[in-house]
């Protein structure tokens, strides 16, 4: 157990510097930097309320250098820095940044990457980009999906990556963090652990507050949170941490985010839904015109169905009950999901085989490009671990709280809709694991406000460059689309282009 004094020590020698921090941490003479932060003590990253915001130092972001991190302080979050530098990594026609959060007086480091706007970084829309998991690095969205650069899979240039056209820094800053501690290149000193998407939803709101607070460029504009897969269960209740959080703000005086929207990829919201949807996309045509599933495999499927679904609604959904809850969930996986494991297909995309880790050769290439010096130098990564795609002990840690399935993540959803947050729950129909059926079916029963002007809305096909790219049902508040014959993994640059234009597809 680590002595909060400890743990204190270790925030006041957060200086602008590079320096190995595991060194820097344990000299023997930091015994007299022990100092309680000024003010109120506050838990894992949390605003402590009542604060001078004119104590904020405010800064450009072009005022940061790529020799060594520039540290930034708020007195809103007196146990949290952010040490950001510039770098030339991935795309060298627009400025890039990294840095780390450092939360808990320094003792978790959560990593990042900016990107400015292609377009116009002054006046463009921020956004946020979320990988799922629990446990995954957003360098896999990064480098496979919707980042300004891919990773350069056929040796066509010397650097590693390859500029990607469609990348949504094309009309957007975007910002990609390795959230909780642990995933990718984020750490915690002393084996700190962040275990609920709940607790993690403090860091990431202490992190848009700082940013957006001290680069008063930024201030104001207009915010969107995005993700994919657990996105699904992160991103409404971060969402919602960042709206009440800004209540507070507004009624202490103080500036609050300007947050816009929600955009969920494939995710995992609401968990009722999940196994009836991977047996419509095996056993049905919901997602290949023939069903792949063997007929026999089928039958039991179905016969399992109701089953599973009358065991999770009793345990985990109605009056949540860990253990009851855990078989349940057990039962469902093993009558409803490994039958496809066995089929070798790609489970993020059924028309492609599963190769590799996480089904793609690309997790591979990511792995080992994030592993070498030179790249971690180019991002002034200093991580005492290797970078993982997806941290096994993350995963391990939210499933140990039953994170996924214990709380009605739809019901953050619903909330934040009746307040005006903008929703967009969007789904390749090629994916397995969080398919489009499954969204489908849980947008159509969310209670909110707007419910019955949702379903009165027809279903119409949305274009891209002339050609059919999904069907999309919306009303002026929460838009579900489709991406016709994408896979969980996509990059659907020109549903986001719209979406950040006009608020719709
Ligand atoms: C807030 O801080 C500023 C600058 O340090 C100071 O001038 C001002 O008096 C402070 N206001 C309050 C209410 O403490
Ligand atoms: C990496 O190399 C590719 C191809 O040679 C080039 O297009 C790209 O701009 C380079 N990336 C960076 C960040 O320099
Ligand atoms: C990649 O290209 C470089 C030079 O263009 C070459 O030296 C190297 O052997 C190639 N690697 C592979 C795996 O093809």
């Not at 949305?462 to 993994?489: C, D, N, Q, Y």
Request: aromatic share 12%; glycine share 8%.
């Amino acid at each position: 157990m680590i002595s909060r004094s400890v743990v204190r020590i270790i925030a006041l020698i957060l200086v602008c510097e590079t320096v190995s921090l595991a060194t820097a941490y344990h000299g023997p003479e930091q015994a007299r930097f022990i100092m309680p932060p000024t003010g109120r003590t506050t838990a894992s990253g949390t605003a402590s309320n009542v604060y001078n915001a004119s104590e904020i130092q405010p800064l450009h972001l072009s005022s940061i250098g790529s020799t060594k991190f520039t540290t930034l302080s708020h007195p809103g979050f007196p146990n949290t820095r952010i040490r950001v530098k510039k770098t030339d990594f991935c795309d060298s026609t627009v400025n890039v940044y990294t840095g780390y959060l450092d939360v808990d007086a320094g003792a978790k480091h959560m990593f990042f990457y900016f990107f400015e706007s292609r377009r116009s970084p002054e006046t463009d829309d921020v956004m946020m980009w979320i990988n799922g998991g629990p446990g995954c690095s957003s360098a896999t969205g990064l480098l496979m999906e919707l980042g300004p650069c891919n990773i350069d899979m056929q040796n066509l240039s010397s650097n590693g990556t390859v500029w990607n056209p469609y990348s949504w820094n094309s009309e957007a800053n975007i910002f990609f963090l390795d959230q909780p501690v642990g995933v990718g290149f984020s750490y915690a000193d002393y084996g700190e652990t962040v275990e609920t998407t709940e607790d993690a939803a403090k860091n990431v709101h202490a992190f848009i507050s700082i940013f957006f607070d001290t680069f008063t460029q930024f201030s104001g504009r207009p915010f969107h949170l995005s993700g994919e897969s657990y996105g699904g269960r992160y991103l409404p209740v971060f969402a919602s941490e960042i709206y009440d959080q800004n209540q507070i703000a507004l009624r202490e005086g103080r500036s609050a985010i300007n947050l816009q929207s929600v955009l969920i990829g494939n995710g995992i919201t609401d968990i009722s839904t999940l196994y009836q949807g991977r047996y419509e996309v095996e056993c049905g045509t919901a997602s290949l015109p023939v069903p792949f599933q063997s007929i026999s495999t089928c039958v039991r499927m179905k016969t399992a169905l109701p089953r599973c679904q009358k065991a999770m609604r009793e345990t985990c959904i109605d009056q949540f009950d860990s253990i009851n809850c855990r078989a349940a969930v057990n039962f469902c996986d093993s009558e409803l999901s490994t039958a496809m494991y066995a089929t070798g297909r790609n489970v993020y995309d059924i028309s492609k085989p599963c190769e590799g880790e996480l089904c793609y050769k690309e997790i591979g290439a990511i792995k080992a490009y994030l592993n070498l010096a030179e790249t971690q130098e180019l991002l002034g990564v200093k991580t005492p671990y290797d970078f993982a795609a997806c941290s096994g002990d993350v995963g391990q840690n939210f499933d140990a709280h039953m994170d996924k399935w214990a709380v009605h993540t739809q019901d953050y959803v619903a909330n934040l809709l009746d307040r005006g947050v903008r929703i967009l729950i969007y789904a390749g129909t090629y994916d397995w694991r969080c398919n489009h059926i499954a969204n489908k079916l849980w947008v159509d029963k969310l209670e909110w406000s707007g419910q019955a002007a949702y379903a009165a809305e027809e279903w119409r096909d949305w274009t891209a460059e002339g050609h059919k790219a999904g069907e999309v049902k919306e009303t002026p508040l929460l838009t579900f689309a489709t991406i016709r014959e994408a896979g969980h993994m996509m990059k659907s640059f020109a549903m986001v282009s719209r979406w950040l234009a006009r608020g719709h597809l």
